[in-house]
């Protein structure tokens, strides 16, 4: 019989939303999908193109390595990071899988705030580490810094946080992510998601690659799922000091990403148009869902993302299934860490005006 090992049989392994292709079942004639915060105006044409540019070549091996994709990385971060500095990958989920693999290990721990992305936790238990939850200030879903700080000991290994937060959409501002670097022991690297950072409109927003551009142990995460509108194709990146990123270079596989996600990625970094206008149309959405949400007196909290967390005035799993039988999918987020609440994606009009017409029919 294989020798398995008792930690990984005890973990829970990490669920996503359901797709619209595994929703069934349902008596609505069509779905709305509010439930992955994907883009709802889908890919930048220039990313699509190139993908079709080259369906010929998905017969040959493309890419043995990432190079041409990290320097282009490094001229759209103007070169405040080199090449080398990068790694692509088969989504963020893979990076993170990644990174714990990388450094942690039984006898090690990890700290993260929920309610918050849980994959974190999940690819944390699956390596035998210990995790730690410091959870967000309650109702106000704040940052708990100095808790956050004195969980760390000489096991700690990764610190996990999302910025802006999912599924809450909160937004750690500069002077507390400077205070949480400046109390860093060397030991512990600070694994910063900014999946949704092209959101943020608030102008003391802290960034990755600041802290890394001064030497700090910060590993960035992008994403190419969300504001790009490329979620099908799993692309994702890290970037970090040239130190950590060596020294993950050598768990990558060779063949890390496929040619058509490597095009499509490096063609949507040039769209500065599309991404200006799915940035326009989800920040005047949000304003136009929250004036719904207040004339329906539904509990919401603002947000810096392209989704909005609420809880609504009954049971959140009856609330998600009555919507789903109106054709509208969310994402309940009690897994996440926050019970009787639902994050629902901000999309177009026509699909925000459909989620707030289903809302109604359940008040």
């Given at each position: 019989?294989?020798?398995?090992?008792?930690?990984?049989?005890?973990?829970?392994?990490?669920?996503?939303g359901s797709t619209r292709r595994e929703t069934i079942g349902i008596s609505a004639p069509f779905l709305i999908k509010m439930s992955s915060n994907e883009n709802p105006l889908g890919p930048s044409p220039l990313a699509v193109a190139a993908m079709q540019r080259?369906?010929?070549?998905?017969?040959?091996?493309?890419?043995e390595n990432d190079q041409l994709f990290t320097e282009k990385?490094?001229?759209?971060?103007?070169?405040e990071l080199l090449a080398e500095q990068f790694l692509p990958a088969n989504s963020g989920m893979e990076l993170l899988d990644l990174i714990c693999r990388a450094f942690l290990e039984p006898e090690t721990s990890c700290v993260l705030s929920s309610p918050t992305f849980m994959a974190y936790k999940n690819f944390a238990e699956v390596c035998g580490a210990r995790v730690i939850d410091v959870p967000l200030i309650k109702n106000c879903f704040a940052l708990d810094v100095y808790n956050l700080i004195a969980a760390i000991d000489e096991t700690t290994r990764l610190i996990f946080i999302s910025n802006p937060n999912n599924p809450t959409g909160g937004f750690i501002p500069r002077v507390e992510m400077d205070e949480l670097i400046d109390h860093l022991p060397d030991h512990v690297v600070l694994v910063y998601d900014e999946a949704y950072y092209q959101y943020v409109e608030r102008p003391d927003y802290p960034r990755a690659k600041?802290?890394?551009?001064?030497?700090?142990?910060?590993?960035?995460?992008h994403s190419f799922s969300k504001a790009y509108g490329l979620a099908g194709l799993r692309l994702g990146y890290v970037f970090s000091t040239p130190r950590i990123m060596d020294y993950l270079r050598r768990l990558k596989r060779p063949f890390m990403v496929s040619?058509?996600?490597?095009?499509?990625?490096?063609?949507?970094?040039d769209d500065a148009e599309h991404l200006s206008k799915t940035l326009a149309v989800n920040q005047a959405e949000k304003l136009w869902?929250?004036?719904?949400?207040?004339?329906?007196?539904?509990?919401?909290?603002?947000?810096?993302?392209?989704?909005?967390?609420?809880?609504?005035?009954?049971d959140a799993d009856l609330f998600a299934a009555g919507l789903l039988?109106?054709?509208?999918?969310?994402?309940?987020a009690g897994v996440m860490g926050a019970p009787g609440c639902i994050r629902i994606t901000i999309g177009i009009r026509v699909m925000n005006q459909a989620l707030i017409d289903a809302i109604k029919t359940l008040s």
């Open positions: 019989m294989p020798v398995f090992k008792e930690y990984i049989l005890n973990t829970t392994p990490y669920k996503g080259n369906l010929n070549q998905v017969g040959e091996y493309q890419y990385l490094s001229r759209f971060f103007r070169g600041d802290y890394i551009g001064r030497g700090k142990n910060v590993i960035g995460l040619g058509l996600a490597m095009e499509a990625g490096m063609a949507a970094l869902l929250y004036e719904q949400f207040d004339l329906l007196k539904m509990h919401y909290w603002k947000t810096e993302a392209n989704f909005i967390l609420i809880r609504p005035g009954m039988e109106a054709g509208i999918m969310v994402r309940t």
